[in-house]
Structures are given as structure tokens and as C-alpha cells.
């Protein structure tokens, strides 16, 4: 028979929720702000886990500025993380790898931008990783995290809406 202790471990693993933050993205808050907004990466990553403890979710955090750095956190974490959130950033239109990767991970992907992306420069609009994405969250600053830990907790608990 299963243990409390036991029970809860069990399930802390089953409600694991990755966030990975792309390249640059370690520049919140100094970096453009006029485009990005003035919130540090360190201060989402604090409300995020504040947010998940609420919702009943183990959060975990990675910001890599390399393509195999990402590709290293999602393989490492495969059979885990239960969803993976994912800001690629300027690897949005060509992370073939880190697209193969989340493929490999097979749990649902929610990509997030901080700013609507059809709302800047074309290249940005494309996303090698849009069509494997559960959904897509964009436009809302770091509060477009928050909604993605939302829309992760409705995802394990079954109440996505479909």
C-alpha cells in the first residue's frame, strides 16, 4: 500500500511543468523595455513558482541562450515534466532541434511571447514550433506567463475546455 509521503511525491511528479525562456531573455527589465516591459526574468521566474504552489504545480525554470542548451533541458526532463511552456524567442522561426525535441518530449507545449508577434516585424510571425503547440499564448508581457501556468494547471486537471 502506498504511503502519504509516497502519494504526494507521486503526484508532485505527475504535476511537473518545465519553463523554458529562449535567447536574450535573461535581459528582462534592462533590454528594450519600451518593447518588453521593465519585469525582470528573475522576478517572472519568482511569480510563476508563487503562482504554481497556488495552482498545485511543481515548477521548474531554464533561460538558455543556446539552441542545444534548450534541447539538453527538454531531453533531460523527458518522461517528467507532464507540460512544457516555452518562450523560444529568437529561436521562434528556426529551432528545428528544439522543435524535434519538444516532438520527443510528447507532453503538451504552450508557446509564449511577451509581445504579439503579428503585431511586429514579419519574420517573427513564423513559428517552427506553432503547429505542435497545444496553444499559443502571446501580447499580455509577463502576465502571458501566468496565463500559460493557467491554461498548463487546466491541462493536467482535465479541464482544458475541449
Do not use: C, W
Request: no cysteine; aromatic share 4%.
Amino acid at each position: 500500500m502506498e504511503t502519504k509521503s509516497q502519494a504526494e511525491a507521486r503526484s508532485e511528479g505527475e504535476r511537473l511543468v518545465l519553463v523554458i525562456h529562449g535567447p536574450n531573455l535573461n535581459l528582462l527589465g534592462e533590454r528594450e523595455p519600451e518593447i518588453y516591459g521593465t519585469t525582470t526574468l528573475h522576478e517572472i521566474n519568482d511569480r510563476l513558482r508563487a503562482l504554481g504552489s497556488e495552482l498545485g504545480l511543481e515548477v521548474e525554470t531554464f533561460q538558455g541562450n543556446g539552441e542545444g542548451q534548450i534541447v539538453d533541458q527538454i531531453q533531460a526532463r523527458r518522461g517528467h515534466a507532464k507540460v512544457i511552456i516555452i518562450n523560444p524567442a529568437g529561436y521562434t522561426p528556426y529551432g528545428m532541434a528544439i522543435r524535434d525535441a519538444l516532438l520527443a518530449a510528447a507532453v503538451p507545449v504552450i508557446e509564449v511571447h511577451l509581445t504579439n508577434v503579428y503585431r511586429r516585424e514579419p519574420i517573427r510571425r513564423r513559428s517552427i514550433i506553432a503547429d505542435i503547440a497545444y496553444g499559443r499564448i502571446m501580447g499580455f508581457g509577463a502576465e502571458s506567463y501566468m496565463l500559460a501556468m493557467r491554461a498548463a494547471a487546466s491541462l493536467l486537471t482535465g479541464n482544458d475546455g475541449r
